[in-house]
């Protein structure tokens, strides 16, 4: 009972957190990455045309950021600077594509925003590529 309403954290439960954190992070945006990346020419014309840049140019940073930071994440690989487009992704998701709605439409996307945001603060731990190479 007193570790449970204790605020000290232990390494290895620090980085079994940034595990979870990664693989659960990168394995459900790549997903959403994925099926945007599959349905591209259907996408790109309905797309959110974010500050006058384009759908389609808009349409593939959000790729960018969903699938190919996401497989970065997974891997432990340059986590903080993968973790950067995936909070500005779901930043622009919450705010303009769902209207600050976090406990509605938006509520995913503020989730998602709360990991990667957690992440980038926090790095990949040592159960990761970044990890191995820093040893």
């Not at 045309?49 to 997974?74: K, Q």
């Not at 594509?97 to 992440?119: N, P, R």
């Not at 980038?120 to 990761?128: C, I």
């Amino acid at each position: 009972m007193k570790r449970l309403l204790s605020t000290s954290c232990s390494d290895w439960a620090f980085n079994i957190g940034t595990l979870a954190l990664r693989l659960g992070g990168g394995a459900l945006v790549i997903a959403h990455g994925y099926d945007k990346l599959v349905h591209f020419a259907t996408l790109r014309h309905q797309f959110m045309n974010f500050m006058g840049i384009g759908s389609s140019i808009s349409l593939t940073l959000v790729i960018f950021a969903e699938f190919f930071c996401g497989l970065l994440l997974l891997l432990g690989l340059f986590t903080r600077f993968a973790a950067i487009p995936l909070v500005i992704s779901m930043a622009v998701a919450v705010v303009k594509a769902h209207h600050m709605d976090v406990f509605g439409v938006g509520e995913k996307a503020a989730l998602y925003l709360t990991v990667f945001i957690a992440l980038l603060m926090f790095g990949p731990g040592k159960a990761s590529v970044d990890g191995l190479i820093n040893r």
